[in-house]
């Protein structure tokens, strides 16, 4: 099954990276463009046919290993 974690600096976390491409888009022309922020996303494939027992899974690899919570939201879906 396919889950997905999405990881996002969390609200008040400066994000350097998401202000540089912010500034690039109104540089552009871009201008309607407001706030940015950069994340990543995160695909596996876990071998586990229960949706909820997948989703589970995700949420601890990523309490675990893959969004630092310090300065970090996750999210997490089943998507295939």
Known sequence: MKVRVTVMLKEGVLDPQGKAVEHALHV???GNVGEVRIGRVIELEVDETDRERARAQADAM???LLANLVIEDFTTEVVG
């Open 28 to 30: 552009l022309d871009f």
């Open 62 to 64: 990523a309490r675990a």
